[in-house]
């Protein structure tokens, strides 16, 4: 009896220490894996074709169905000013994430290998660092995935909610957007992206010539 007390009491204790981001993740996670569920078959209207892609939903809007990208700007994980406009006639991709997602941890590697290989036909990847713990949390996740690219530090999850128009979700992270020359939102992806989803999109946007 003494034992099983002390099995849960052990138990509690570490659900007690779960990290209060986490823990919200952990929440939101089941709301957001029922609306991916309700959008896994591939559907097509007014432009918009919404497929299953691994872990991910992926949203392709025809040219004539594309909304304009809000215009972002705020401070790095450095504290530097940071501002999308800069990139204006480049292929954006921004990626939503959080050090704490376990999703974005996994797809860190993938991101910043399609960054490096679309570089070249004028593709630029910018983060948004949502909602992280600490002020550390962010610049040792970069450190730890040799990410080269710049993300927003997005503590209040302002710049996220600016998109909440495009099905962003600050707790529910990762989510990607790919915006095309023209600051027009081309795809949405909601979920963990795979290297084979990620590559065909960027570079299917990149080779528009309209």
Aim: charged fraction near 20%.
């Amino acid at each position: 009896m003494i034992l099983r007390l002390s099995m849960r009491r052990s138990a509690s204790s570490r659900r007690a220490g779960l990290r209060p981001a986490r823990r919200r993740w952990v929440a939101a996670l089941s709301v957001g894996m029922a609306l991916l569920t309700g959008c896994a078959a591939s559907r097509a209207a007014d432009g918009v074709t919404t497929t299953a892609a691994g872990k991910a939903v992926v949203t392709r809007y025809a040219v004539d169905a594309r909304r304009v990208a809000p215009e972002v700007s705020g401070i790095d994980l450095h504290g530097a000013p940071l501002d999308l406009q800069r990139f204006r006639g480049k292929v954006i991709v921004l990626n939503f994430w959080a050090s704490w997602c376990p999703p974005c941890r996994s797809e860190a590697p993938v991101l910043e290998e399609v960054f490096q290989e679309t570089a070249p036909l004028g593709v630029q990847f910018v983060g948004v660092d949502i909602r992280e713990n600490g002020p550390s949390d962010g610049p040792a996740f970069v450190a730890t995935h040799h990410i080269t690219y710049p993300s927003f530090a997005d503590t209040s999850a302002a710049i996220a909610l600016q998109f909440r128009g495009e099905g962003i979700n600050p707790a529910v992270p990762p989510s990607t957007l790919i915006i095309d020359r023209a600051g027009r939102i081309a795809v949405r992806v909601l979920g963990e992206l795979t290297y084979n989803t990620l590559k065909p999109l960027v570079v299917s946007v990149a080779k528009e010539t309209s």
